[in-house]
């Protein structure tokens, strides 16, 4: 669950469990299996001023470069803000 927690902490622990750290028998080169389901995406929080400051930048394939703040992602596609900080 997803809600009220900070992107960042909550994007580090989802890593620790997607490389297996979490379990005893980790080794570094081998995959783990693990899967990790997060709900309420849209419910995670920024400090600071980060909604309107924070920009997620794409190529289009054309010649420029298109931006994007973290509020208007937060709108569109919240799942997006989670898995590119993972």
């Not at 001023?49 to 997620?56: A, G, N, P, S």
Request: glycine content about 6%; hydrophobic content about 35%.
């Amino acid at each position: 669950d997803a809600s009220d927690k900070v992107v960042g902490r909550l994007a580090s622990d989802i890593a620790m469990i997607l490389m297996g750290k979490h379990k005893p028998t980790y080794t570094p080169h081998v995959d783990t299996g693990d899967f990790v389901i997060v709900l309420n995406c849209a419910k995670v929080k920024f400090t600071g001023r980060k909604w309107q400051d924070k920009e997620y930048g794409w190529f289009t394939g054309y010649t420029r470069q298109r931006f994007v703040t973290a509020e208007k992602r937060r709108e569109t596609h919240p799942e997006l803000i989670l898995r590119e900080a993972v």
